[in-house]
T-cell receptor, first 114, second 113 residues
Framework: DAGVIQSPRHEVTEMGQEVTLRCKPI?????LFWYRQTMMRGLELLIY????????DSGMPEDRFSAKMPNASFSTLKIQPSEPRDSAVYFC????????????FGPGTRLTVL | AQSVTQPDIHITVSEGASLELRCNYS??????LFWYVQSPGQGLQLLLK??????LVQGIKGFEAEFKRSQSSFNLRKPSVHWSDAAEYFC???????????FGKGTMLLVSP
C-alpha cells in the first residue's frame, strides 16, 4: 500500500488567499484525522471523520477552517481566507477502527502564508 | 481532559549508548499509550503502543517502553542508540475505546559520534 498521501507537500500563499489541502487515506481505513503541527503548540487534532462523517471538529481553530470527506478515499482541509498564523505543517492520518486502531500519518503539507 | 508531558525538549546521546525518553501522562483511567517517531520532513511513524497486559512493550527498531501506573509514566528505552535514531519522538495518550490522541510536545534526539 502507498500509505497516506497528501498534496501538495509545500504550499506558499499570500494572506487572504484560499488554501486547499488534500488527503488520500489508506484503502480500507474508516477513520481519518487532520492535525496541525507548530513549534508553539505542538501537534493538535483539528477534526476527525468516521466512515466519511465528521465526528469531532472541536479542534478546528475558527470558521475560516473547513474539512470535507466526500468519499472514503479523499478528504480536503480548506482555509479561507488564510492568515500568516495559519503557517504550520498539516498532517493527515488514517486508521482502521478507533481506539486500538493505529493511526498512520501522511508526510504532511508545509503551509506558509505570507 | 488527558495531557502528556515530555519534560526533555532535546537529548543528546552518544552512538552506542543507552537511551531513555521520559513521558508522563494525566488521565483518570487506564489510557492507551503510544510512542511515535518523526524524521525530518516526514510524518509520524508508530514505534509501539500499550493497551493492556504486560507493562513492558516491545516495538520496532529495538525500542521498548514500560508502563508504570503508579508513576503515570510510559518511558521509551533503547539499549544501544544508532545514528539513524536521530529524530523527534512523541508520546501520545488516548482514552480506551476512543479515537482521539493527545500528543506531547516531543523530544528531539541528537546522536553524537
Amino acid at each position: 500500500d502507498a500509505g497516506v498521501i497528501q498534496s501538495p507537500r509545500h504550499e506558499v500563499t499570500e494572506m487572504g488567499q484560499e488554501v486547499t489541502l488534500r488527503c488520500k487515506p489508506i484503502s480500507g481505513h474508516d477513520y481519518l484525522f487532520w492535525y496541525r503541527q507548530t513549534m508553539m503548540r505542538g501537534l493538535e487534532l483539528l477534526i476527525y471523520f468516521n466512515n466519511n462523517v465528521p465526528i469531532d471538529d472541536s479542534g478546528m481553530p475558527e470558521d475560516r477552517f473547513s474539512a470535507k470527506m466526500p468519499n472514503a478515499s479523499f478528504s480536503t482541509l480548506k482555509i479561507q481566507p488564510s492568515e500568516p498564523r495559519d503557517s504550520a505543517v498539516y498532517f493527515c492520518a488514517s486508521s482502521l477502527g478507533g481506539g486500538q486502531g493505529t493511526q498512520y500519518f501522511g508526510p504532511g503539507t508545509r503551509l506558509t502564508v505570507l | 481532559a488527558q495531557s502528556v508531558t515530555q519534560p526533555d525538549i532535546h537529548i543528546t546521546v552518544s552512538e552506542g549508548a543507552s537511551l531513555e525518553l521520559r513521558c508522563n501522562y494525566s488521565y483518570g483511567a487506564t489510557p492507551y499509550l503510544f510512542w511515535y517517531v518523526q524524521s525530518p520532513g516526514q510524518g509520524l511513524q508508530l514505534l509501539l503502543k500499550y493497551f493492556s497486559g504486560d507493562t513492558l512493550v516491545q516495538g520496532i527498531k529495538g525500542f521498548e517502553a514500560e508502563f508504570k501506573r503508579s508513576q503515570s509514566s510510559f518511558n521509551l528505552r533503547k539499549p544501544s542508540v544508532h545514528w539513524s535514531d536521530a529524530a523527534e519522538y512523541f508520546c501520545a495518550v488516548g482514552p480506551s475505546g476512543y479515537s482521539t490522541l493527545t500528543f506531547g510536545k516531543g523530544t528531539m534526539l541528537l546522536v553524537s559520534p
